[in-house]
């Protein structure tokens, strides 16, 4: 682990509480000056839309729940002031007995920040247009389908799937869609 390097780290902490422990570890920051060592804490949301009596109600959904993700340098004092506020029961990735955590994969915090628009890496795909393709993630979970289009700009493809005995386009994001060999 190299020192005074700037990356990702899972903090685990109390299911439900993720956003008050992020204002609590953003307060402390603030006040203990620290802020050259911690830079961003991120509770992973997504919105998602449910319809209770006929009305269309917009919430967030928490997609890890009981997990921040913090970008910082690992120093001994940031260390101690991440691991003792209120509602932090851990780092992911310490084997416990003083031992710093091991930060996340550049890859995978690189899928989670696209997938909230913090992002401004371009995914790369290995399929293309006439490609069968797997449905990864939301609602569509599991449903294979042609690529129809690609978008790099919205980092979407339009996949025609068949959905109730019908040929529907679906626009998925690049991240939600494997290649069928």
């Not at 915090?109 to 992002?119: A, N, T, V, Y």
């Not at 700009?153 to 799937?161: E, I, R, Y």
């Amino acid at each position: 682990m190299e020192e005074n390097r700037k990356e990702w780290y899972v903090v685990n902490t109390y299911a439900g509480h993720e956003n008050r422990v992020k204002e609590n570890l953003m307060r402390r920051v603030e006040t203990m000056g620290i802020e050259e060592n911690l830079f961003r804490i991120l509770v992973v949301e997504e919105e998602e839309i449910e319809y209770k009596n006929g009305k269309k109600v917009t919430k967030m959904k928490n997609l890890y729940p009981g997990y921040l993700f913090v970008e910082m340098i690992m120093t001994d004092e940031a260390w101690y002031i991440v691991r003792n506020t209120p509602g932090v029961t851990g780092f992911i990735g310490s084997s416990g007995g003083g031992a710093k955590p091991f930060p996340v994969s550049p890859e995978e915090i690189e899928s989670i920040l696209q997938r909230m628009g913090m992002s401004d890496r371009k995914v790369v795909v290995d399929y293309k247009v006439g490609d069968r393709v797997r449905i990864l993630n939301g609602p569509f979970s599991g449903i294979e389908g042609t690529v129809d289009s690609l978008n790099d700009d919205s980092q979407s493809a339009m996949v025609l799937t068949i959905l109730f005995g019908r040929e529907t386009p679906t626009e998925i994001s690049y991240l939600d869609l494997a290649k069928i060999d």
